[in-house]
């Protein structure tokens, strides 16, 4: 604990007493915290891990979703393997199945295209630009007219930001709308595929072992960014040259032992620590169980209609391995509440602020009153929008409202159009509606809408936007849209981007049509979310205010939710007790892989690597107290989703690990964080390295690395 550190509100918090293993850290906050980072043992100054234009940080990047890190001057990025599994996918096919068998390209020329989704994001500039986003807003605005306002003062910043197209920018709103922040990206659009393991390698264990330890997992996955001969970023050519990076990490296969500090770094998505006890409990009791029974049902409809054709289940391989980790976390998030009862500690919490608000409270009367007003009408709307997903589950009739959208924005000056659907987006629409044609059979999506009607219909009238049942087709009348559409074509489905609205209304083609109807139904339910948003965006940051004076006169740390943005957290390498009389961790091995093997998914290792293990090739890999190879660590890291891939470091920055799970009982953590039992799951490098060099003889890729091996 330490408490001599105060970050100015400013830098969205204070620090006092923080623990060292919570928080996720801006990089610019990281000097208030170097008598912290210096305690547990890291020696890179806190000031150069606040540069991102310096080493380690200039090293970190991110893909969709997911973190990454350059580890060679030539563009190679180690990610996830289920980072990277889009890519696998897309390049996969009955006859080449590299889900099934990994890839290895031995040559540049060998490397496969990752796909228009597949791209490199690199941070290069953040800075505050609250003043300029919130400054000068009149008080008297309705929520949607507020809301307006300030997205037409952040399109205006990232315009000005994208002035040069090589870069993507975006200004995200911390503390729900308190302070933004402007973040430009190197946005690279090359990125092809360069190695990874099988997926009895990558995804050992799959669903059963996912966000369980002890785990045995090789999840990772190599990528490499390439830019045009000038160096900038480019479309994907054959001329195209490996980008050379700023910066790359170097790899150390000295390893960790317990207790040893480790340095975190990349993107998490999203937390929700300093929502309200009402919050949590509509997430509990409401918003999580229907997550989990739509997703339950989505899951068994997916798998009845690809059963028995390969073809049918590599398409949606992804889909269904991305639902499944989303299932999962959702149960374990129910399950952490009914472990630990979140919402009475928040109540006692929330009743010590506000009897504190009343005496010490500066800001307006009716804050509490209105905060609790606003959130109420979030979840109301929450449940409407869930009723529309329902009602609207097709990635066809997706396709076609985006199609006609678009349209409909093309209409006004660049600078009005909704965010999303200005110029600079086009290109990525185009991807998706493109990268449709490796994850979709119509027949496939024909069964999943039509079982999501029948959920549709079991919902509370009441949770239901108003109108649209009169606009959805019936349960049973889906095949002649299916069988009358073209949009099931990619060259057609492409060749509407760029036609006026008057074309789609006068389209015989029946998913424009309902496109056409949907529209102002779902534009109504968009113009509620905005009126929400706006009234939660001038109200929270109000009672953030509150909460950092609060906790201030406590000494107790308030940080910023994640967000998507760059972050560092900070631990130590770390066992936990899940339960009483069990310890788990912090090291898995590789004869642990031997006792999980029974020849059948998802536990059915490669036979070269079973034989490397029984044969003990360990090699220079060899952990000395251990007497055999790590595969899976834990440490105390504060992270989320969107950490998948990030970079785990030692106290000199080099790396060690690749970060991609958490234990079950951590998963709460994205409501409130517990240092007894909050643990990250880690794949160790030198499992890794292993793989490469003993059963995947990936040689050109280990020489390509600079790696420091132990002395011997």
């Known amino acids: 604990m330490f408490k001599s550190v105060v970050l100015p509100v400013a830098l969205l918090g204070v620090a006092a007493a923080a623990g060292a293993d ?58 996830n393997h289920h980072c990277g599994y889009s890519a696998i996918q897309r390049n996969s096919t009955p006859e080449h199945n590299y889900i099934a068998n990994g890839f290895l390209a031995k040559t540049r020329a060998e490397e496969l295209p990752g796909g228009p989704n597949t791209v490199v994001y690199v941070t290069e500039k953040v800075e505050d630009v609250t003043d300029r986003v919130l400054k000068g807003l009149a008080t008297n605005l309705s929520g949607k007219d507020r809301h307006e306002q300030v997205e037409a003062r952040i399109k205006a910043l990232i315009a000005e930001c994208e002035s040069d197209k090589a870069y993507r920018c975006s200004v995200p709103a911390f503390n729900r709308g308190g302070s933004y922040y402007r973040i430009k990206q190197l946005l690279i659009r090359d990125v092809r595929l360069v190695y990874a393991p099988a997926n009895s390698v990558g995804d050992f264990g799959g669903d059963i072992d996912n966000y369980e330890f002890p785990r045995h997992v090789g999840d990772f996955s190599f990528l490499r960014a390439y830019v045009g001969r000038d160096g900038r970023p480019a479309d994907p050519s054959p001329d195209n040259v490996p980008y050379r990076s700023k910066s790359f990490l170097v790899v150390s296969a000295e390893g960790l032992k317990a207790g040893d500090p480790i340095l975190l770094a990349g993107y998490p998505g999203r937390t929700s620590r300093y929502k309200l006890p009402a919050e949590i ?77 009343k005496q010490h409270g500066t800001g307006s009367k009716n804050l509490l009153a209105d905060l609790d007003a606003a959130i109420a009408a979030d979840m109301a709307t929450t449940q409407q929008e869930t009723a529309w997903a329902e009602a609207t589950h097709s990635d066809l009739l997706r396709s076609a409202r985006t199609l006609y959208r678009l349209a409909l924005e093309q209409q006004k000056p660049d600078a009005q159009r909704e965010a999303g659907y200005q110029d600079r987006d086009v290109s990525f629409i185009k991807a998706r509606l493109t990268r449709l044609e490796q994850s979709f059979v119509p027949s496939v999506d024909q069964a999943r809408w039509q079982a999501a009607l029948v959920r549709y219909a079991k919902i509370d009238a009441k949770a239901r936007p108003q109108g649209l049942d009169a606009l959805l087709p019936a349960q049973n009348a889906l095949a002649p849209l299916y069988k009358a559409t073209e949009l ?120 070269a690597l079973l034989q490397a293990i029984r044969d003990k090739r360990y090699g220079q890999f060899k952990d000395p107290a251990l007497g055999t190879v790590p595969v899976n660590f834990l440490s105390s ?48 490098i030198r499992y890794m390295l292993w793989l490469m060099k003993e059963v995947d003889h990936a040689d050109n890729l280990l020489k390509e690395m600079t790696i420091k091996y132990p002395k011997s």
Not at 654 to 664: A, H, I, R
């Open 281 to 357: 409990r509509f997430a509990r009791d409401v918003d999580y169980p229907a997550k989990v029974a739509s997703i339950t049902a989505d899951l068994s409809v997916i798998a009845a209609a690809t059963m028995g054709n390969p073809d049918y289940t590599v398409r949606y391989a992804s889909v269904s391995k991305s639902l499944n980790n989303v299932l999962k976390k959702t149960r374990g998030l129910l399950d952490g509440f009914a472990r630990k009862d979140i919402a009475s500690i928040k109540d006692a919490q929330d009743a010590q602020f506000r009897a504190w608000y």
């Open 488 to 607: 099931g074509d990619t060259a057609k489905r492409l060749a509407w981007i760029g036609k006026d609205a008057d074309a789609f209304r006068k389209s015989n083609d029946p998913f424009i049509q309902l496109a056409v109807r949907l529209h102002d139904t779902g534009m109504a339910l968009e113009e509620r979310r905005k009126e929400v948003d706006g009234n939660l965006e001038r109200v929270v940051p109000q009672y953030m205010d509150a909460v950092i004076a609060w906790k201030k006169s406590q000494g107790k740390p308030v940080y910023p939710d994640a967000n998507s943005t760059l972050r560092v957290t900070y631990g130590t390498v770390a066992p936990y007790s899940p339960r009483d009389g069990i310890v788990k961790g912090p090291f898995t091995t590789l004869e642990g892989i031997l006792e999980k093997q029974t020849g059948k998914p998802p536990f059915d290792a490669p036979n």
């Open 22 to 79: 919570e928080g996720q850290w801006q990089p610019h906050q990281l000097p208030q915290l170097k008598s912290e980072l210096k305690r547990i043992g890291i020696t890179i100054p806190a000031e150069r891990l606040a540069d991102l234009t310096k080493h380690p940080m200039s090293a970190i990047v991110a893909t969709p979703g997911c973190s990454a890190s350059f580890v060679s001057p030539d563009g190679l990025v180690v990610t």
């Open 637 to 684: 890291a504060d992270t989320t989703g969107g950490n998948s891939g990030s970079a785990v470091m030692n106290k000199r920055g080099e790396l060690v690990g690749l970060n991609f799970d958490s234990t079950y009982e951590s998963i709460t953590k994205d409501w409130y964080f517990d240092p007894v039992i909050t643990r990250a799951i880690h794949v160790d």
